[in-house]
């Protein structure tokens, strides 16, 4: 783990690029307040010199070199962040850990829904719709979860191994997949990384998972369904926003004592 003036200066930085790559403030500068190159660790250096590198015009070239940049420097920052971005990156998922606070995890998973809590080691999130308008209807969307009383109710207990598979075929597309996890060249690759995912939440974590499969077993064989094959309790919204209609989802949902981590994967056209 960074040294805490460390991680202050990596969370800086990874804020302020996300804020650049969203483009949410024109008037935001190109470099952090606060922060230099010769206050920061050598990846706070490295990420300095190469955002001081990049035209700020056009714009929207400075936001594709902004968001490549970001996804390097965030797979450099750790290997967990890493293996979230080669594994699931691509595809349209959820990837959050927020704290348990709560002695019913069902409060802490529902915070993370709703991204009410930050990730406690300043690792990687995946979520496409952080700054989606869609969210002043459905403020948790894409999701629209029970509220925590009832959470619980609609996820299954699954084996640790079934957890992995599970978030390996997230790497999957519902619709018109051409090359399923099972059959991949790389498929024992892609099986490491959600291993490696998994490992974060240690030996003693526990799984949940929305797949009906998992009502009667535990350890569904995910890789040999995939995701087109993986009927589930739905956590999506059902309202029909912008054009976008969600109409599947897989989500595995890890805990352990310090931790709740979400991983969910969505259909859509």
């Known amino acids: 783990m960074p040294a805490p003036a460390d ?13 650049l790559w969203d483009a949410s403030d024109a008037a935001l500068p190109a470099e952090p307040s606060g922060l230099t190159a010769e206050e920061g660790d050598e990846l706070v250096r490295w990420a300095l010199d190469r955002l ?3 035209p700020r015009e056009p714009k929207g070239a400075f936001g594709r070199e902004v968001g490549s940049l970001l996804a390097e420097f ?3 920052r750790s290997p967990w962040n890493a293996a979230a971005l080669r594994l699931l990156d691509d595809t349209y998922t959820f990837v959050a850990t927020g704290p348990r606070r709560h002695e019913e995890w069902a ?6 829904l709703h991204r009410r809590v930050a990730d406690p080691r300043g690792w990687v999130r995946l979520d496409r719709d952080r700054a989606n308008p869609a969210r002043r209807t459905v403020p948790a969307y894409p999701f629209d979860p029970p509220d925590p009383a009832e959470l619980s109710a609609r996820l299954y207990p699954l084996e640790a191994e079934a957890a992995v598979a599970a978030l390996a075929v997230m790497a999957e597309e519902w619709q018109g997949e051409p090359a399923p996890v099972r059959s991949r060249p790389d498929r024992d690759a892609l099986l490491v990384d959600a291993r490696l995912l998994l490992d974060r939440y240690g030996p003693g974590a ?6 009906t499969a998992a009502a009667s077993d535990p350890a569904p064989d995910f890789l040999a369904s995939g995701l087109q094959g993986t009927a589930s309790h739905c956590f999506h919204t059902r309202e029909y926003i912008a054009g976008l209609d969600m109409f599947e989802d897989l989500g595995v949902v890890a805990v352990n ?12 056209y």
């Open 7 to 19: 991680r202050a200066a990596l969370d800086l930085l990874d804020a302020h690029l996300e804020a």
């Open 52 to 54: 001081r590198s990049v």
């Open 74 to 76: 965030r797979s450099r």
């Open 107 to 112: 409060h802490d998973v529902h915070a993370v």
């Open 206 to 211: 526990r799984y949940w998972t929305n797949a």
């Open 257 to 268: 004592d310090e931790e709740a981590g979400v991983f969910w994967s969505f259909g859509a």
